[in-house]
Each structure stands twice: as C-alpha cells, then as structure tokens.
Nanobody, 124 residues
Framework: QVQLVESGGGLVQAGGSLRLSCAASGRTFSSSAMGWFRQAPGMQRNFVATIGGSGGNTQYADAVKGRFTISRDNAKNTAYLQMNSLKPEDTAVYYC?????????????????WGQGTQVTVSS
C-alpha cells in the first residue's frame, strides 16, 4: 500500500502558475504509475494527467494539454503537476493517485490509492 500527500494548491489569478506535489510512501514508488484528477464543486472527478513508472509515458486531458506538465522524481518518491496559464475553469480539488503497475491510465478505477486532495482556485 502507498500513502499519498498532495501539496502546492492555493489561490492564483488567471494566467498564473502553480506546481502541485504528491509525496508517496509505502510500496516502491517507481513500480506505480501515477495520475492526477480533479473535481470541481458539484461535478464528477475527472482525469487530468498520468505518467508511467519510469516517467517516459505521459498522457493529458484535452482541457489541459499544452498548459499542464506531469513529471516524477523517483529518487524523491514525488510526482508533480506543473500548471501554467491557469484559467478559472481549472478551479477544483486536485487529487493524486497511484496504481499497481507501471503502465499509465486515464481510468479512475485503475488507481487503488488516493491522496486527500489539494484545493486550486483560479480567480478571473
């Protein structure tokens, strides 16, 4: 089992940037693909980005492609989500997730461990 703790959320103006971090402990970090999801108020949780165990395979939701970058540092057991050119519609609670196996996936049900979430608010 892996424990996940997100940090880095906050309030930012439209056009600004934030970097979210997800610190992992427990099973071998590099053996887990990681994902970021987000949930806006009253909405279902949606896929944002995913990265394979070695960091060489990434996928993004269309809504964030070209603005967000997912990465990981296996030596530090940490995954990141760099968010640039933020828009008010990016406002949500952002969750990181880990899954058994190194293959990334956009499917929420493919992840078995979740962090507690971090709030990102983008003002217009």
């Amino acid at each position: 089992q892996v424990q996940l703790v997100e940090s880095g959320g906050g309030l930012v103006q439209a056009g600004g940037s934030l970097r979210l971090s997800c610190a992992a402990s427990g099973r071998t970090f590099s053996s887990s693909a990681m994902g970021w999801f987000r949930q806006a108020p009253g909405m279902q949780r949606n896929f944002v980005a995913t990265i394979g165990g070695s960091g060489g395979n990434t996928q993004y939701a269309d809504a964030v492609k070209g603005r967000f970058t997912i990465s990981r540092d296996n030596a530090k057991n940490t995954a990141y989500l760099q968010m640039n050119s933020l828009k008010p519609e990016d406002t949500a609670v952002y969750y990181c997730a880990a899954r058994r196996g190194t293959a990334p996936t956009r499917i929420e049900q493919g992840y078995d461990q979740w962090g507690q979430g971090t709030q990102v608010t983008v003002s217009s």
